[in-house]
């Protein structure tokens, strides 16, 4: 390519003067010959990287195949199944139901039904129907007075300024419509979540934007302002989330405006980088008393934290914390690590946290061990884009289920992955004023109300066709998982439940259990990882 580009330099350019008159084509070449060497002698001498200085000008082909590697492979070279994270039958699924239009599928699964870990279901062969009454769950535990009646799936944690103000305000509208609540982020209740008075859970988090003074430091008079409100319904404090556990909040310094600076207290000069621990919650116990102090200030709403679980004895130790202080959040969202809307370290996002179903066992289980089951309410966050992610989710533990990126894919999003360059191309994670118009607020709302309603259809009816009445019922042991060997196992059976009150009562437990519980403690987060983990077959042998 060296040797073309001074064919072209020399031979070309002298070729081109030569044929050169008034005809268009003549000047055509002349400017190509020109323009190539200019850019090639640049590539040669100044270029840094090492493909122009080696192909000059035609390094450029590469680099511009490369833009487009993400659509070329979603729409030319995946097949329906096999595409991270959602894969073009999960968003088609989305997108059928968003838009009230056939979701059935025609001439069998394209699924390995017995492939390793594949999750299926039993059915009976006398269904039932869900009733309405039981269609709504109760948030708020007995020191809450104003407790809330939440969907079975609502709209998980997404800030203005991750999205656009169109998208805000169309998940917000759809949620209204649909019955739901919105979760804003940790991005603060901004106006676009509150114009159209959908039910809201304000998320606080660890920088504390939209109650913080001008040293970043927790403002109590600005929080209870905003949080007597009546569209706020709960409060949630964010310990982590998913995508990125152990590390702050990340807003890109390309998407933040004057209007986003505003309403968070931060400087538009770089990227918003949230601390990784909450200021006001650095200890189990500090945690519950900020619970407590939210609560009041709130007028007695339901308040609760998220967090992507970890280290097992770590969520235990905030378990002692309740029994020592008395102080019970009234939910707790888990997190899965499967999660995530935005801008994420790579390793942070492939190698941090347990996945939600994991994680929601885990919790339910732990809570059944301390007797506070009964008191709070679980809500698991990541991956939910059909009814079967629900019904999982609600059998292995969780009261409620939030969805962040199907509700994104509802609005119109194409996971084209751009969510953290402001290049959003459908105008959903975007501050760009020009790109974000795509998104009418009217249609799109719609769009979410769709898919809620028609997921919650599909969710009942799948209950129904186990033989139950009611989503409550629904038990760990009914999701089957493919195991090793080919044969089916109920999901949870390589961890042995906690009976009521086992670890408060010294109750007899799997040594796992035991080990956890033994190293945690109510004065700190950390706790030593000296557990090994191995299969249930040689515990057993042990």
Sequence with gaps: ?????????????????????????????????????????????????NLNRLYPVVAYLRYFLESYRIEIQQYFIANDTEERPFNREQRSLVYQ????????????????????????????????????KVKRIRFGGPDCTQPYEASYLNISAMSFGSLSANAIEALNLGAKQAGCFHNTGEGGASPYHLKHGGDLVWQIGSGLFGCRDDEGNFNPASFEIMAKRPQIKMIEIKLSQGAKPGHGGVLPKAKITREIAGIRHIPM????????????????????????????????KPVGFKLCIGNPAEFLGICKAMIETGITPDFITVDGAEGGTGAAPVEFTNR??????????????????????????????????SSFDLLAKIALGADTVNAAR??????????????????????????????????????????????????????????????????????????????????????????????????????????????WWDSCRAEQFYAEDVFFLKSPEFRHQA
Excluded at 99 to 110: E, H, L, S
Aim: hydrophobic residues 45%; proline residues 5%; positive net charge.
């Design 269 to 300: 000069d770089r990227d918003c980088v949230s601390p990784a621990v909450n200021p006001e919650c650095t200890t189990p116990i500090a945690l519950l008393n900020f619970v407590a102090r939210l609560r009041k200030l709130s007028g007695g």
């Design 406 to 515: 199907t509700m994104m894919l509802a609005l119109g999003c194409i996971q084209s992955r751009h969510c953290n360059t402001n290049q959003c191309p459908t105008g959903v994670a975007t501050q760009d004023p020009a790109r974000a118009k795509a998104i009418n607020v009217q249609q799109k709302s719609l769009r979410v109300r769709n898919f809620h309603h028609n997921t919650l259809e599909s969710f009942y009816e799948l209950v129904g066709s186990m033989g139950l009445d009611d989503p409550a019922k629904l038990l760990p042991q009914m999701i089957k998982r493919r195991s090793p060997y080919g044969l089916l196992m109920s999901m949870g059976s390589l961890i042995k439940p906690v009976a009521p009150n086992a670890l408060i009562e010294n109750g007899e437990l799997d040594d796992a259990w035991q080990i």
């Design 352 to 385: 941090l946290g347990m996945v939600c179903l994991e994680a929601v066992y885990f919790v339910h289980n732990a809570l059944i061990g301390v007797g506070l089951r009964d008191k709070i309410r679980i809500i698991a966050s990541g991956k939910t884009a």
């Design 1 to 49: 390519m060296q040797l073309i580009y001074w064919l072209i330099a020399s031979v070309g350019n002298l070729l081109a003067l030569y044929f050169l008159s008034t005809s268009p084509l003549s000047i055509l070449l002349l400017v190509f010959t020109v323009c190539y060497t200019v850019i090639g002698f640049y590539d040669l001498k100044f270029s840094s990287h």
């Design 97 to 132: 139901r968003a838009k009230n239009v056939r979701d059935t599928i025609a001439f069998g699964t394209q699924r390995n039904l017995l492939e390793e870990n594949y999750l299926s279901l039993w059915h009976s062969l006398s269904p039932k129907k869900v009733s309405d």
